[in-house]
């Protein structure tokens, strides 16, 4: 199969594993603030998407959400635990998907941990609404695109690249697993 990147001069292709995945992926959650957050994934079928928020990001990568569990998602998510969550920093760059296994439960003291009290929009009970449920994804596998050097170096080395015919692309890419 071709490939863009046969005419890269640079290496850009760099796998990310354990506590450097988690970082790409904590750092990434950070720039754009939240996830599209899919479920019900099936082959050849439309899958559900929603924007969610990551309450928190653990030091083994594991990512948790507030949720309803009267909501679509915990019903989709109860009916098959395979999840996807997409992500997009910026407009050139910061862009990861990633692919996992969702668990509900209505730990108390783990939603005392991630509660927020703008939370109360959706949970009008506060933090001892009844609704409410975590989901814990687990992360099993993903790919992510990024810049190496910074969106103002890759700018300058595309828009070099387009004056000279030349590739000089500033990006990197690889498989994520933390």
Partial sequence: MDSINKNQ???NSKN???????EKIKDFSKKA??????????????FATRPMAAEEIDDQG?????SAADSYKNKEIEADSAVQ?????SSYTDFM???????????????????????KTWFTEGQDDPRITVIKVIPTEGYYWDT??????GLIKRAYGAIVGET???????KIKP
């Fill in 168 to 174: 000089y692309d500033d990006s990197i890419q690889g």
């Fill in 62 to 66: 594991n990512l948790w959400f507030l």
């Fill in 148 to 153: 190496k050097n910074g969106t103002a170096v």
């Fill in 85 to 89: 969550l997409l992500i997009q920093g």
């Fill in 16 to 22: 990310l594993y354990g506590d450097e995945a988690i």
């Fill in 33 to 46: 603030g939240g996830f599209f957050f899919c479920t019900a994934i099936q082959s050849g079928k439309p």
């Fill in 97 to 119: 998907t990633l692919y996992g296994k969702a668990e509900i439960s209505r730990d108390k003291q783990r939603i005392a941990q991630l509660w927020d009290p703008i939370m």
């Fill in 9 to 11: 001069a640079e290496d």
